[in-house]
């Protein structure tokens, strides 16, 4: 199985941007695919963008597509998320997840692994 610890999260002021990152360990990351995925109190987790397991894949969320970038370094073990152009309503807990299969998908359920979250705070 694999451990993932995201980081970069904090306080950036709207238009801002921010780089989140999460450290793969405990096995063999280039197996897995991999999501971003957001949460604001009370509503649903969503995806926002997922990656396949050498990076030739990507899906977006429409509400992302054009500010955020996802990547990964299959030889540093680490998934990014680049995020320019912030907003409030980028606000939430920001989690990454694996999944065993290699494709990028955004459904929930298919993932197997998560972090533990990193707090995004867009302040106007």
């Known amino acids: 199985q694999v451990q993932l610890l995201e980081s970069g999260g904090g306080l950036v002021q709207a238009g801002g941007s921010l780089r989140l990152s999460c450290a793969a360990s405990?096995?063999?990351?280039?197996?897995?695919?991999m999501g971003w995925f957001r949460q604001i109190p009370g509503k649903e987790r969503e995806c926002v963008a997922a990656?396949?397991?050498?990076?030739?894949?990507?899906y977006y969320d429409d509400s992302v597509k054009g500010r955020f970038t996802i990547s990964r370094d299959n030889a540093k073990s680490t998934l990014y998320l680049q995020m320019n152009s912030l907003d409030r309503e980028d606000t939430a807990v920001y989690y990454c997840?694996?999944?065993?299969?290699?494709?990028?998908?955004?459904?929930?359920?298919?993932?197997?692994?998560w972090g533990q979250g990193t707090q995004v705070t867009v302040s106007s």
């Open positions: 405990g096995d063999n990351f280039s197996r897995y695919a």
């Open positions: 990656i396949s397991w050498n990076g030739g894949g990507t």
């Open positions: 997840a694996a999944r065993r299969s290699g494709s990028s998908i955004p459904t929930i359920s298919e993932y197997d692994y």
